[in-house]
Every structure is written in C-alpha cells, then in structure tokens.
C-alpha cells in the first residue's frame, strides 16, 4: 500500500508517516520505480503497535527504545515492565500534585464565595487572592 492509502488506514496525515521514518520507528517495505513509499501489512501493523504506545503516554524516543531491542534480537518485555513501572510511578506523582490543586482550588472556590460580598467595592481584582484573606480563617 502507498503512504496515502496506509495513512487513510490509519486516521492520520502523510507527514505523520514521513516523520515516524525520519525517527526510524517505521521503514517503508520497498519504493516504486517512481520513488513513491510502499508499506506491507507488517508495516501497517507497526504503525498500530506505535499509535498504541503513544495512547498510553510513550514518547516516540520511549517507543523508537523498545523497537531497537525488539530488532537487536531480544524480547522487549523487560525493557516494556522497567519503563511502565516507572510511567505508573510518574503517574502517581502527577496524581497527588492534582489532588493538592483540587484541594487549593476547592479552598479558593470557597474563599470566593466568602468575600464576593466585599470584591464589589475594593480595588483589589479580586480579594480571594488577596494575603490576607487567605491568612484568615
């Protein structure tokens, strides 16, 4: 299949192609006399296995790593374990700095309601912000 009909396939631009080739995660099969990019079912299939990994948070360096083992000759699955342990450790970190803003903008939301009154008539843009009504109680 050509690049444009391997692209349509898989819901993206040409040049998306292009640029996974230019990064080495997929190679066309052959070319045309013309010179024009031909792709196998083995291709197309690459291309869902890197589309996988990057809906799962893998950036194309974290993903062009695990093809490069896979075509050094050795099963990537240890190399997969290290690197998902490590994005679920990362994700866990992400997930407490969004509950501590959930918790700040929970408080802020609250401060808000409490001096809406007063925000009317201060020159403050807003008095939520404000050091000293954060300071009180």
Do not use: W
Request: aromatic letters at 4%.
């Amino acid at each position: 299949m050509t690049i444009g009909q391997l692209a349509r396939a898989a819901g993206i631009n040409p040049r998306t192609l292009r640029y996974y080739e230019h990064m080495g995660l997929l190679t066309p099969s052959a070319r045309t006399e013309a010179g024009y990019r031909l792709y196998t079912e083995r291709d197309a299939e690459r291309l869902a296995f890197i589309r996988r990994a990057q809906s799962l948070g893998l950036s194309l360096a974290e993903i062009a790593d695990i093809i490069s083992v896979r075509e050094g000759g050795a099963p990537p699955c240890r190399h997969v374990r290290t690197l998902a342990e490590t994005k679920v450790q990362e994700i866990d970190e992400r997930v407490r700095e969004l509950e501590k803003l959930r918790s700040e903008m929970v408080r802020l939301a609250q401060l808000a309601h409490e001096v809406e009154s007063e925000c009317a008539g201060s020159s403050s843009i807003c008095l939520a912000f404000e050091p000293a009504v954060s300071a009180s109680p």
